[in-house]
């Protein structure tokens, strides 16, 4: 009678694979240990690796060698929006405003020509400072007309 986990019979024909001989367990192996994945942690050494050294001599961060840094260059074009924007309102109370105006477009002129200075604030003084000479044009072409100033 055969038991359900028996292999089933083989015919006389085949041979026979002689059966493995399993040996007790060597000195070496202690019974009943955990199996271990290659690389995990068994003890020892147990500073990680990435730890931080402490620092004995003081660290310079100032580079000794590196070049002064240079001196800030000239900027005239805020200059010149701030008195584009004070003649245009000097210019609408009073025609002699056209000096701030002229001042104003001086230095809008010399921040075209620099590559460093801001093209925008530079244009926007130009134009002001156009408008502000318009203006105190205006001013002194009225007065001119309302008397006679020279006689």
Do not use: K
Request: charged share 15%; hydrophobic share 50%; with cysteine.
């Amino acid at each position: 009678m055969s038991r359900p986990d028996d292999p089933p019979a083989l015919p006389a024909d085949v041979p026979q694979l002689p059966v493995p001989i399993i040996e007790s367990a060597s000195s070496d192996v202690v019974p009943g240990e955990t199996v271990r994945l290659p690389g995990e942690h068994r003890g020892g050494f147990q500073r990680a690796l990435t730890e931080p050294v402490a620092v004995t001599a003081p660290v310079h961060t100032e580079v000794r060698w590196a070049p002064a840094p240079p001196a800030p260059l000239p900027r005239s074009a805020p200059w010149a929006l701030t008195f584009a924007v004070l003649g245009l309102l000097v210019s609408l109370l009073v025609g002699w405003g056209f000096l701030i105006g002229i001042l104003g477009a001086s230095l809008a002129v010399v921040a075209l020509r620099r590559p460093w200075e801001s093209r925008g604030v530079a244009v926007w003084a130009l134009c002001l400072s156009a408008l502000s000479l318009v203006y105190s044009g205006g001013w002194l072409w009225w007065a001119s007309t309302q008397g006679p100033l020279f006689g």
